[in-house]
């Protein structure tokens, strides 16, 4: 099935025999929606709350320069930046960093990303930008509010694989539903050209 026609909340395995046809475009109910995020933010919630795993070495060896650990980062505690950031002018190229597509009306993460240039990452297309507008529109067809932002972490590694792996540990372990890693595991409500 073609990922920009899905646009089922389940999928195929957790609805399991009472699978039914469904248009390709499907509006989305309030109440949907409001379920949709509420499961979202309580998956979130515990990952959020269960402190990180620390693993202690069994022989004192010497401190080998590791990347930052994943783990140590916390979304919610970084500082908020209006989602429209790459529209303002800026002066430089911007920094390597990681970032975070938040609703903080929840809370809730719904996009993890990283970049080598964090002033012009989101100039041009990006198709967070259609799932945003998506997911906002949404919102105000059931006259539900949200508040979108975006925060950036800036001590990602400079070299793209390491922070292209820490991307992807953070998209695993957030179950951020606007990377296609999660789409199975969320569905894909807000990917299609309307809601």
Known sequence: MNPK?????FSHESIGTYAVSLPSEVAMG?????????????????????PPVEQVPLFDLPATPTAPDPDRIDPFALPQQN?????WKFDNRGETALYFVIDYE??????????SRSNKRWKGFHDCKRYLLNYRQAHYAHHLSTALGIAFWFQAPADTRQRQGMELDLIYKWRSPFNK??????????????V
């Not at 026609?5 to 909340?9: A, V, Y």
């Not at 309030?30 to 709350?49: G, I, M, P, S």
């Not at 890693?181 to 309307?194: I, M």
């Open 83 to 87: 989602i429209e950031f790459w529209r």
């Open 106 to 115: 929840l809370p809730i993460i719904l996009y993890v990303g990283e970049t």
């Open 5 to 9: 026609q899905q646009l089922s909340l």
């Open 30 to 50: 309030c109440e949907a929606l409001q379920a949709w995020k509420q499961r979202l933010f309580q998956y979130q919630q515990q990952v959020h709350l269960r």
């Open 181 to 194: 890693e999660n789409w199975d595991f969320w569905g894909t409500p807000f990917t299609g050209g309307k």
